[in-house]
């Protein structure tokens, strides 16, 4: 128990570095996390030996070291996001028998991630791998409407840089994302394919920042209101629980 609660301390104290802007001096750590100075002094030394926190002399404080920079590449190449939401997906589309996928923002584009076929059901032009403009698809705008406003400004500040199909203008663009947020969910028709039809929901992290969505795409001669409906909170509910598995 004794190593857990130092293993406890450390975590503690790495992520109280990670959250600061800057590197601080010991005796901010040790008030933040709770311990007596001359243990914090001892506990730094450890992660400091191990590469997790740098000691910067001069100025007397104490910072991320480059392991911890090497933790977060470990994680992106074990694509924890796919390995724990393509069970999820498969479920979604066991129980609503229509295709489904995760996507993620990439730039102004989203790059799907995982493809679930359902059978008996249309082809997609998408699959892993493939990009399409986020303004034109319902995974694009569930995560465009859970985002900052000010990074939609950032990544739409004008009408040069919006496609063909999709809202025109940024003030357009912004007006779709305030129906996305008060529906709680975001849908495509007939933009991608003219007979198909899409609903999504944005996956968040624990900060609430939206990393994916999860669509379903069907026919729409094929849905009528009461089907969509369950197809909305099929990809709501499997959003949630993908966020909760993050």
């Known amino acids: 128990m004794a190593n857990a609660t130092a293993a406890g301390h450390a975590l503690r104290a790495l992520t109280h570095l990670a959250s600061r802007a800057e590197p601080i001096p010991a005796a901010h750590l040790a008030r933040a996390i709770g311990l007596p100075r001359s243990s914090t002094y001892h506990l730094l030394a450890v992660l400091i030996d191990h590469g997790y926190v740098v000691h910067y002399a001069e100025e007397r404080t104490y910072g991320i070291g480059a392991a911890v920079h090497e933790l977060g590449a470990g994680y992106q190449r ?5 390995r724990l ?23 102004r584009d989203v790059l799907y991630v995982i493809e679930e076929r359902a059978a008996g059901r249309p082809s997609l032009v998408t699959d892993v791998g493939v990009r399409l403009p986020a303004t034109l698809t319902a995974s694009g705008l569930a995560v465009l409407a859970a985002l900052p406003r000010k990074q939609v400004t950032a990544l739409y500040p004008s ?6 199909g999709g809202p025109p203008t940024p003030s357009a663009l912004r007006r779709e994302l305030v129906a996305v947020r008060s ?12 007979e198909l039809s899409s609903v999504a929901s944005a996956v968040l992290d624990r900060d609430g920042h939206p990393v994916a969505a999860v669509a379903v795409t069907y026919r729409r001669e094929e849905v009528d209101d009461g089907v969509r409906a369950r197809l909305v909170e099929g990809t709501r509910h499997t959003a949630e629980r993908i966020g909760l598995r993050l």
Not at 78 to 82: F, R, V, W, Y
Not at 85 to 107: C, F, I, K, Y
């Open 78 to 82: 074990q694509d924890p996001l796919q």
């Open 85 to 107: 939401a393509r069970p999820l997906v498969e479920q979604l589309v066991d129980a609503t028998t229509h295709n489904a996928h995760l996507a993620v923002l990439s730039g």
């Open 159 to 164: 009408a040069a840089v919006m496609v063909e």
């Open 183 to 194: 529906r709680g969910h975001a849908v495509e028709e007939g933009s991608i394919a003219p």
